[in-house]
């Protein structure tokens, strides 16, 4: 294991390691409280500002996330991942505590609101990267695809309970209440991390270089790594191909067929159930090239984004529950591969990377496949970007063979 001391260390079975239980749980209990909170953001977004103001609010948040990701990468591999992941909670609470106080004081108003979604995406930053570098200090290097699997699925259930509960708190409490939600969940993720997860194998050795030079290091380990490039074009190709024929595509035929808002959410609730089911089938399938099998796993995901354009209404809960089911099952043996292939000295700044075709490329890739539909259609545009995900997945499949 590069960059890191060998040490005997003994790890219990993944099923009875508490450390790891009270980080899933505390994890699923965080992202709730995300949930909930962004549906109280959104809806608070809504009251105070137009459609324009309010898509403002829920989307600044990404420009300090893209910004300062790489940098909060590069600190991932210098410093203490626990630590840090502490103390960005620590500053996610002093930030929901200032807010609910002014807003107690004053009024909802669409600045704060702006300040507040700001100041979350930078300390995100900080976090994201931080806690891609836990996972391999704490378990079996075998344990990384049911853990990658336990985590998909607690937070998948997390968000079919934060949803309703974010919705419950603003229409009772207001803002404030999902914002002492919110609070609350960081604080028992913040506990956890201080009580009971302890790391049990040492960090990798800092470079000691400047944060420049570590950034340029990232860079340089993934042009010598074939493995290590493949994996972080896939995740790129994964995440730009499907969030657009998700969040418009599918949009976009269910307005232009006329099913109604009503035939989206349960379009959505499929996928949810069926991503669930799939997580639960990765925590125990253990295939002998993990990332290689959900390379190839992904492409009945890239089937069912064709088939999301153009098949009739039956058959497009047939192509979620076909994303959905592939995604909860992909994701987790990708995820559980890529702690097992990076090297520990530089998993921050990889995660970063991958991290960033969300935050800095979502966008573009959401506004270029809008312009797609525009001037062809919803299922030329699906077809098309479907298509190339599949050869995209089957590429980055033959490149990990043997």
């Known amino acids: ?7 005997a260390t003994t790890f219990p079975p993944l099923r009875k390691d508490r450390r790891v239980q009270a980080w899933v749980v505390s994890g699923a209990v965080s992202e709730a409280g995300d949930v909930a909170w962004y549906v109280g953001l959104a809806w608070s977004a809504a009251q105070v500002s137009s459609p324009a ?10 420009l300090p ?26 500053a996610r609470i002093a930030v929901l505590v200032t807010a609910a106080i002014l807003v107690t004081s004053a009024t909802v108003t669409l600045p704060l609101l702006l300040t507040i979604a700001v100041l979350f995406g930078a300390v995100d930053a900080l976090y994201n990267p931080a806690a891609g570098t836990l996972p391999r200090r704490l378990v079996r290097r075998e344990d990384l695809v049911p853990l990658a699997a336990g985590r998909q699925l607690a937070n998948r259930l997390a968000v079919f309970v934060g949803a309703p509960l974010g919705g419950l708190l603003v229409a009772h409490g207001g803002l404030v209440s999902v914002m002492v939600a919110d609070a609350v969940s960081f604080g028992v993720i913040a506990v956890v991390l201080m009580l009971v997860v302890r790391p049990r194998l040492p960090r990798p050795e800092p470079s000691g270089h400047s944060i420049r030079r570590d950034l340029t290091a990232g860079f340089g380990y993934l042009r010598r790594d074939r493995t290590a490039r493949t994996l972080v074009i896939a995740f790129f190709g994964l995440n730009l191909c499907v969030g657009p024929v998700l969040a418009v595509g599918l949009v976009q035929r269910v307005h232009l067929s006329g099913w109604g808002s009503a035939a989206l959410g349960w379009f959505q609730a499929c996928s949810g159930i069926c991503a669930a089911l799939g997580a639960v089938v990765a925590m125990r399938w253990k295939p002998r090239q993990p990332a290689r099998a959900g390379l190839l796993v992904l492409i009945a995901q890239a089937a069912g984004c064709v ?10 809960f047939v192509a979620m529950g076909m994303i ?14 890529f702690q097992q292939t990076i090297e520990p000295a530089f998993l921050g700044r990889t995660s970063s990377i991958v991290s960033l075709s969300d935050e800095a490329l979502m966008p573009v890739a959401m506004t270029g496949f809008g312009a797609l539909i525009s001037v062809t259609d919803v299922a030329v545009a699906c077809a098309l970007l479907g298509t190339g995900f599949a050869v995209l ?5 033959s490149r990990l063979r043997g």
Do not use: E
């Open 307 to 316: 088939m999301i354009g153009s098949v009739p209404r039956p058959a497009v």
């Open 324 to 337: 959905g089911y592939t995604a909860g099952l992909a994701s987790a043996l990708l995820s559980g591969a």
């Open 1 to 7: 294991m590069t960059g890191v001391a060998a040490v």
């Open 393 to 397: 997945m089957l590429w980055s499949a």
């Open 65 to 90: 996330r893209a910004l300062f990701l790489l940098f909060g990468g590069a600190l991932a591999d210098r410093l203490d991942g626990r630590r840090t992941m502490i103390a960005a909670n620590l």
């Open 53 to 62: 103001g309010a898509g403002l609010v829920m989307g600044i948040g990404a």
